[in-house]
């Protein structure tokens, strides 16, 4: 379902008069991708996140919503990225931590 997501809405032809069995495997597949992807994302989300998509129309147009949600713009990466720099910058063993729990702050960091 990614190329959906990465795609849109598909063009899907009209079947021919002497179209296969196959062909139409094919084309209900096509036609019914897109709106299955929607229900899956729109199934995995919280009511508060489902109400900032509910409008979306394409499954391009909620994931693309999403990203930009989660990820931000082009500043809002770049801040949290010097922000997390500086984190590992700052993270130090302490005397009073174990090596498991200095490890577990750095996976975390570094998720």
Known sequence: MSG??????????PLTVNA?????????????RSPRALTCIHSSLTDVM?????????????????K????GNNRVKSVRLLALKREFEI????DSDS???YSSKLMENVN
Do not use: H, S
Request: one cysteine or more.
């Open 20 to 32: 296969t069995i196959n062909e139409f495997k094919k084309y209900d597949e096509l036609v019914t």
């Open 99 to 101: 090596v498991k729990e």
């Open 50 to 66: 489902f109400t900032r998509i509910m409008t979306c129309e394409t499954t391009k147009e909620a994931w693309d919503k999403l």
């Open 91 to 94: 993270l130090k063993m302490k």
């Open 68 to 71: 930009e949600e989660f990820e």
């Open 4 to 13: 959906v997501v990465e795609l849109g809405k598909p063009v899907v032809q």
